[in-house]
């Protein structure tokens, strides 16, 4: 069995680590983030600070657009788009690495707090039971100083995550 996570696309693109995982995984997109790396891929604005880190994930991220924008998997990921909170159809991309899209709404249910992309994460990760992978150490810290009920791991904790992680019965447990 897989185990999931809610992701903003980006961060594949980043960290090639979360491509290659132990175990399987399934990662669930927020279609939001995905239209992000559009955004990212056209910006003259670095994603990384060294121009050469930029460089390769600029590349990386044209690479997912076009794995995105492929038909077969632009059918199966506009599924997803004909209801709020409707999952898509799953996008293998290889033997352990799977991605389902989720048409979330943001519904500012965390008020100021949260952006609506990170409010769409957080509701994903609610609304799915699966915990959120994460590089934003700010993210991390509002969910617990907001007291939003999701596990949350950074992205540099992905091992940990994937192998053991923590159930929910041990970080419900004082």
Avoid: C
């Amino acid at each position: 069995m897989s185990r999931r996570f809610v992701i903003e696309a980006v961060l594949v693109a980043i960290y090639g680590e979360l491509m290659v995982p132990s175990q399987p995984v399934q990662y669930i997109i927020p279609y939001s983030t995905i239209m992000e790396l559009y955004e990212m891929k056209d910006s003259k604005e670095p994603v990384m600070p060294d121009p050469e880190d930029d460089a390769h994930v600029k590349t990386k991220i044209g690479e997912l657009i076009a794995f995105f924008d492929d038909p077969f998997n632009r059918k199966k990921l506009e599924r997803s788009l004909a209801a709020p909170w409707r999952l898509s159809p799953p996008l293998p991309i290889n033997d352990n690495v799977t991605f389902v899209i989720v048409n979330a709404m943001e519904n500012a249910q965390y008020g100021e707090g949260f952006d609506p992309i990170e409010t769409e994460v957080v509701l994903a990760s609610i609304r799915e039971q699966a915990p959120i992978i994460t590089d934003q150490v700010e993210l991390m810290e509002k969910i617990i100083q907001s007291e939003v009920p999701v596990q949350v791991y950074d992205v540099y904790d992905f091992d940990f995550a994937v192998e053991q992680g923590i159930s929910a019965d041990d970080w419900m447990t004082p």
